[in-house]
């Protein structure tokens, strides 16, 4: 799409430079463990180093001893008032404190108040607990058996470890396209448990003020505004009412999905500072929140393609047991357990289609959240994009082919899918040639095959993805009853700047810059005269939050619809002022014109000062709007990405020598801020590949609890990501757009993946499970014959 | 407690502190400069990073007595006279942040690693940047912000 704009106003397709930078290049951003407030305690974890044990005593007595130490908050101290519980965003249940039973390593078991951050850790290290050590349950596939001890005994009448069974699709038919299929293909995919790891760690800053009966709370959160409700829910019974919690999420360092639901501390800091009266600061180290915080993934799954010889796919089944930890404690919309995991016949014109989901509790810490994907998206695109590769391998096909072949074409759109989504837009093979073209596929396959002629391994894979974000319609989706509408707030000032107010809060994908260039776009008001803000409950318009790639589908819409009010009541003014009619004035980015005469025209700026100096007699004065947009469909972006690799015999080492992807997200608001969040979504699509894993030995001890083991790419590891888009507009996006954040985290790994088990098919390996370490490799290699 | 005398981004600061204090401390609670961040406890992530005695040191590993006597500079030193430094602008310029939380320490390893005159190779930058975590860019355009420094620093700009 080429700009309407000129540079100067900076619309949609510029790629400005952004408005939030000079204060990050200046050490000036306002981060959460930045604000110090007059006479602020700080508070710190002791944490449990059992995975499930029954705490039999708490001895505060050393700790209260220190000088600065001022208290020990245990669950015993909260249940007085009934704030030990709370409800997860998934309507279970998690403690803040435990009365008596820890049930994961890392647990909260009592809160230490003092007046400095070390005198507080110090206060954590002489508190004592006397545990007694309980069976404990690691593997989901165990939690479920017969025999396994019953975890959550909390739960009145609760007999094993399930917590709810989802299912969706036509399994009859889905079971008959496998009855009368020619070829089918099975795998066993587990994809780990991995942590998103944002470099800013969660905290948060409460001030309850006695005299005002004001709590104030700035918190690391992506969903400010949902916070404040279920803080009013859960604490309206001790007073803390709605109007008189502000949260403030100032700026983000990083979010990814870790900084959406409600974690202990800052419910204990809150608790702390509304005892005490006094601010109350809590940031967790890196430890506790690779620990301690909210895991994403976790799925095992079975997964089954049916389909033709000649290549045509008709069925998938997948069964996947969830492992949630202790609780669940995902953060997806309610009707939708497993998230959006039914977008799982990915880019694929396919008959039917039957999943099924168990999630299971573990003696493992609670989540089930995204990694920079919109809900579990990751997890269906894995599932198909390995299923589709093994299928291709497995009739010798080749993988670009057969994915041409099974395309959902251009001319179907919108498309229905076999499990009921309905696909906006797309173009699957378009993306799929570009990235072909770009990498020289036809000759890298030459080049592979002369190479394993010669012994050596050279891997080319392919993923042609597709994702459904932008949640969502209010029809199905809404987080606590909460509708998943998003929203936008424009005012004009009299000289014809701007102050935009946002429902969503960014933590880095620059929505001070992208937002104003959508008011920019639509009122033809220069950008540098637009001021955006989010993140503070007091002031911006009810909205869900930023994560799910939501930001731009919901309340970029919102934005747009907003800007078009205002032009809307604009136009009235500029007719007034021109003395014509309203029929009679054409729109060009700025300004009215009187259609034929263009030299009698009013810009923005001049309608603007009217609206507050000599508005139209009966028109109310000002010029603001206010839009709560609820989407009528999600958005479906889409690309194909080819990564090849070569492989080192001797170590196992995968060597990424080319990563190109292409990506459709519709029209584009600002290429470079798009291109920059594809280049972290491919780091955070390598980062699970290759890298990330938490694990737990049989005593549900955290084995990567730290930057030490778990191993968050650096550059070196990371390639020089290739970039190339076609553009498919959303057809029900006011703008065209379709969200972009993630699309890179969730279709690179099945690429990855693809391409090194590309390099060993012909030695008889199919799969291999994420994340695909050296070591597995080099096992796999002796194991197929290959010595040096 | 232990007394001692930094100069930190061109000023004496002298202070009463605890010999435990970690310097990442000393810079952000005692002297109140925030840009400098901490990202996790074992001296991995580099969003802490500042330049001591012209070395790119990591200052959550370093004790605020060690400082004593020396001089250290964090991101707010970095602009002078109103100007920024060629790797601020190589930041700016080449969209080498989101988030902004590892910025600073970036900008700092980048300082110390830039000189007047240098002409590095991608992989020269990606291995000194390898103690710096960022989660949001993929590094690709850090790479090309301190590029665009370097040139910017051979063309006589710092």
């Given amino acids: 799409m080429e700009p309407r704009t000129t540079p100067e106003i900076g619309g949609m397709g510029h790629s400005v430079k952004r408005k939030e930078d000079p204060r990050f290049i200046r050490g000036q951003g306002n981060f959460v463990d930045d604000v110090v407030l007059p006479d602020m305690l700080y508070l710190d974890i002791v944490r449990s180093p059992y995975a499930h044990a029954t705490i039999k005593n708490i001895d505060t007595s050393k700790a209260l001893a220190i000088p600065g130490v001022l208290a020990v908050i245990t669950g015993k101290d909260l249940a007085q008032y009934n704030l030990h519980w709370m409800p997860t965003l998934m309507s279970d249940t998690q403690m803040v404190l435990p009365v008596d039973k820890v049930m994961y390593q890392a647990q909260e078991v009592a809160a230490v108040l003092a007046t400095t951050r070390y005198i507080a850790a110090d206060g954590v290290d002489a508190v004592e607990v006397d545990y007694d050590p309980l069976p404990v349950v690691v593997d989901p596939k165990k939690a479920l058996l017969p025999d396994a001890p019953v975890l959550r005994t909390d739960k009145e009448g609760k007999k094993d470890n399930h917590i709810w069974h989802w299912e969706w699709g036509d399994k009859a038919a889905t079971d008959k396209t496998f009855d009368e299929a020619e070829v089918t293909v099975e795998q066993e995919i587990y994809i780990p448990r991995i942590h998103v790891s944002s470099i800013e760690t969660c905290g948060c800053v409460a001030h309850f003020n006695k005299v005002s009966g004001k709590l104030t709370v700035w918190m690391t959160t992506q969903a400010p505004h949902a916070i404040r409700t279920v803080f009013a829910l859960v604490a309206g019974h001790v007073g803390l009412a709605e109007h008189k919690i502000q949260i403030i999420s100032p700026d983000i360092g990083g979010g990814f999905g870790g900084k959406v639901p409600v974690y202990p501390g800052y419910v204990i800091a809150v608790a702390a500072s509304v005892l005490t009266g006094k601010p109350v600061k809590w940031i967790e180290d890196r430890m506790e929140n690779l620990q301690a915080d909210s895991f994403a993934r976790d799925y095992h799954m079975s997964a089954e393609l049916a389909g033709k010889k000649d290549g045509t796919l008709t069925g998938l089944r997948i069964k996947t047991i969830a492992d949630h930890g202790y609780t669940d404690a995902a953060a997806n919309p309610s009707k939708f357990p497993a998230g959006l995991f039914h977008i799982c016949t990915g880019s694929y014109d396919l008959k039917a289609a039957h999943v099924e989901v168990d999630g299971a509790y573990t003696n493992k810490p609670p989540g089930g959240i995204a990694y920079r994907c919109s809900f579990r998206v990751t997890e269906a695109v894995h599932a198909i994009e390995r299923m589709a590769d093994i299928m291709a391998h497995e009739i010798g096909m080749d993988a670009a082919e057969f994915r041409l072949k099974n395309f959902i074409k251009p001319e179907q759109f919108p498309y229905t899918s076999a499990l009921g989504w309905e696909y906006d837009s797309g173009n699957y093979a378009g993306a799929l040639k570009l990235a072909m073209e770009r990498v020289g596929y036809d000759e890298l396959r030459k080049e592979q095959a002369e190479k394993r002629a010669r012994g050596e391994l050279m891997g080319i894979g392919i993923s042609s993805f597709t994702e459904i974000v932008g949640a969502g319609p209010s029809k199905h989706f809404d987080i606590l009853g909460i509708k998943m509408f998003d929203s936008a707030e424009i005012r004009l000032h009299p000289t014809g700047k701007v102050i935009a107010r946002f429902g969503t809060k960014s933590q880095g994908q620059g929505h001070e810059t992208t937002y104003a260039q959508i008011v920019a776009e639509e009122l033809g008001i220069p950008v540098a005269d637009i001021a955006v803000e989010e993140g503070d409950t007091d002031t911006a318009p009810y909205g869900l939050g930023t994560y799910a790639s939501r930001s731009t589908p919901v309340a970029g819409a919102a934005c747009a619809i907003a800007a078009r009010k205002i032009r809307d009541k604009a136009k ?14 054409e729109w060009e980015p700025g300004k009215f014109s009187v259609k034929g005469s263009p030299d009698r025209a009013k810009t923005i700026q001049e309608i603007s000062l009217a609206a507050y100096t000599n508005h139209p007699p009966g028109m109310e004065a000002g010029l603001e709007a206010v839009n709560y947009y609820d989407p009528p469909n999600l958005t479906y972006p889409f690309g194909s990405y080819i990564c090849v690799v070569d492989l080192d015999k001797g170590t196992g080492e995968i060597k990424i020598r080319r990563f190109v992807a292409v990506d459709d997200c ?78 890179a985290t969730v279709g690179a790994p099945a690429a990855i993946v693809n391409a090194v088990v590309d390099a060993m098919w012909h030695l008889g390996v199919r799969h291999i499970d994420i994340p695909i370490t050296p070591a597995k490799v080099w096992k796999l290699l002796r194991e197929h014959g290959v010595t040096e | 407690m232990a007394t001692i005398d930094v100069n930190v981004n061109g000023a004496n600061h002298a202070a009463d502190v605890e010999p435990r204090l970690l310097l990442v401390h000393f810079i952000r609670e005692v002297l109140g400069l925030t840009g400098t961040h901490i990202g996790c406890d074992t001296s991995h992530c580099g969003a802490c990073t500042v330049v001591m005695d012209g070395r790119a040191v990591k200052s959550c590993t370093v004790f605020a007595v060690q400082a004593d006597g020396r001089e250290v500079l964090t991101v707010e030193g970095l602009e002078q006279d109103g100007k920024l430094h060629p790797i601020q602008e190589g930041f700016f310029q080449e969209h080498g942040l989101q988030c902004g939380y590892c910025t600073p320490g970036m900008l700092m390893t980048g300082f110390a690693f830039l000189k007047s005159g240098d002409d590095p190779t991608e992989d020269e930058i990606r291995h000194a940047i390898s103690g710096n975590l960022c989660r949001c860019t993929g590094y690709v355009n850090i790479v090309k912000a301190y590029q665009y420094a370097a040139q910017k620093m051979r063309e006589g700009g710092a």
């Fill in chain 1, 572 to 585: 009235k003014i500029a007719a007034y002022l021109l003395e014509a009619h309203e029929d009679d004035l």
């Fill in chain 1, 666 to 743: 519709g029209n584009i608001i600002n290429p470079m801020i798009v291109e920059g969040q594809i280049h972290g979504g491919l780091t955070m699509g390598l980062a699970p590949a290759l890298y990330e894993e938490i694990q737990y030995d049989e005593s549900g001890n955290n084995l990567n609890g730290s930057f030490m083991n778990y191993l968050v790419p650096t550059a070196v590891e990371t390639p020089n990501w290739e970039t190339g888009k076609t553009c498919t507009p959303s057809p029900h996006h006011p703008l065209g757009a379709k969200g972009v954040g993630e699309s």
